[in-house]
């Protein structure tokens, strides 16, 4: 009789307990994909951390294949290393998978900036930041570009100098060209100042008290958040007629509200200055590096100022640099300055007979596709000549694919020829110290920043 009570009692709960386990029995729910997640909480954290993150993805990739689990940054991941995974993530399901960044970074860019925005107002956005810098808005910035860049190179003759430090300074000013046009020097040295004690809680921890590193970019982005604000009250009653970032988010139907426009003001100088200069810190060594491909790209930009009554560049001139173009994507992938992108599963995902969990973070390896001997051979060598032949599709992803890819990849390729063209017509440099170690910042670089001489030929 007791135990007939006791069966009563339990029997209804055990079946609530059960039957969801059973019913994913039948459903047979694929697995994980296969890997490790490491110790509690830390994960796999430590091993990531405490070498070069490269070498980690790759003996993963050696020991599970093309798509495995980690558990990285408190966070469980799955990290994706082929062509057609990162085309499943970024393009064709990328619905099912929404940006995701550290939350620190999300307080100092500001929530409403394009990266961490999805649907209608992330296509609104894309579409006015594509406008300000789709080819036909950036070429009449190339007798701009081109002063800044024979001023920034004039400035380091015969010093030594940190390469990275002094590109960046070369890219922000073309960012604040980019973005503000002619009202760029009027507050160009205050956003600059501001902007460097922001960049510097970039990875911090988001705790906001006195005294933190949080705490002071805090208060510098609202430095910033006020300059801005001077120069977009100033624009509404000029009513000039610019060509522009703040142009474009200013000129919206429905338009974006100050706070929008800060916040991608600021999301886009984070994304247009270090991962420019870190790529042109790299060609300057790799040129370094390879004579010969330094003076077929010398060689061709002397042919353009050939026959030229004024030595200036145009916009036509920036289309006949096909070695240069090709030195650019080499350098591009062999840096391949951006490892990897983040992204989470918004509800589980089945790829290729495995679940990704909602939630988990996903994580396609682009490093790991361009450095893979089966689509580049001899994936270490820096060789141009392999871009005499187009990538196949989904191979190649510098400037990553799909929705959020990057809506200033003509602009960094414009910049980045502009000075090469007068770096290498008018000097010649040389590396100091050890140059062969990589230094992430988080963007791949050239140990020490790339200490160089560099002097008039
Ligand atoms: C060589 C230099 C550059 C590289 C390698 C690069 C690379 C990338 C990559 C890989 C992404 C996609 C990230 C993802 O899918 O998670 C991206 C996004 C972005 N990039 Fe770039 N970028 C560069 C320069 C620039 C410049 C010069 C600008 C602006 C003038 C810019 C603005 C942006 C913006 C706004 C996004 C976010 C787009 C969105 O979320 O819809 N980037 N970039």
Request: charged share 20%; hydrophobic share 40%; aromatic share 12%.
């Amino acid at each position: 009789m007791a135990f007939h009570l006791i069966f009563c009692f339990f029997a209804p709960i055990l079946f609530i307990f059960i039957f969801p386990y059973l019913r994913n029995l039948n459903r047979r729910q694929p697995p994980l994909p296969p890997g490790t997640l490491g110790w509690p909480y830390i994960g796999e954290t430590f091993q990531l951390y405490s070498r070069n993150p490269n070498v980690f993805f790759a003996s993963k990739q050696q020991r599970y294949g093309s798509i495995f689990k980690t558990h990285v940054l408190g966070c469980p991941c799955v990290m994706m290393s082929s062509p057609e995974a990162a085309k499943f993530v970024l393009l064709t399901k990328s619905h099912l998978f929404k940006p995701t960044f550290p939350a620190s970074k999300e307080r100092m860019l500001g929530k409403q900036a394009i990266f961490f925005s999805r649907g209608r107002y992330h296509a609104k956005l894309r579409k006015l930041v594509l406008r300000a810098f789709m080819p036909d808005a950036i070429k009449s910035f190339v007798p701009n570009i081109e002063s800044v860049a024979e001023h920034s190179l004039r400035s380091l003759e015969g010093r030594l100098v940190t390469t990275f430090h002094e590109m960046k300074t070369y890219t922000f000013d073309v960012a604040l060209l980019s973005i503000f046009g002619q009202d760029r020097v009027l507050y160009s040295e205050d956003l600059k100042r501001w902007y460097y004690v922001l960049e510097k809680g970039y990875n911090s921890m988001p705790v906001n008290l006195a005294g933190t590193l949080f705490n002071k970019s805090m208060k510098a982005r609202k430095e910033i958040a006020r300059i801005l604000a001077k120069i977009i009250s100033a624009r509404r009653q000029m009513k000039a007629d610019c060509h522009d970032l703040l142009e474009s988010l200013m000129s919206d139907e429905q338009g974006l509200t100050d706070e929008q426009i800060t916040d991608n003001i600021i999301g886009v100088i984070f994304a247009a200055r270090d991962t420019t200069a870190s790529v042109l810190t790299w060609i300057i060594k790799y040129l370094g590096e390879n004579p010969s491909i330094l003076e077929a790209v010398t060689e061709e930009q002397e042919a353009i100022g050939r026959g030229k009554e004024e030595q200036k560049l145009s916009w036509e001139d920036t289309k006949k640099m096909p070695m240069t173009s090709r030195v650019i994507q080499e350098t591009l992938r062999v840096a391949s300055i951006l490892s990897f992108t983040f992204r989470e599963a918004v509800e589980d995902v089945e790829y290729e007979g495995y679940v990704i969990p909602k939630g988990w973070k996903v994580l396609p390896l682009f490093r790991n596709i361009h450095h893979s001997p089966e689509i580049f051979p001899h994936p270490e060598k820096f060789d141009p000549s392999r871009f005499q032949v187009a990538p196949r599709p989904n191979t190649f992803m510098p400037f990553g694919s799909g929705t959020h890819s990057c809506p200033g990849n003509e602009l960094a390729k414009l910049e980045i020829m502009v000075l090469v063209h007068h770096l290498t017509t008018k000097y010649r440099w040389q590396m100091e110290g050890s140059n062969s170690g990589i230094q992430y910042g988080p963007f791949a670089l050239p140990q020490n920043g790339l200490p160089i001489r560099l002097f008039r030929k």
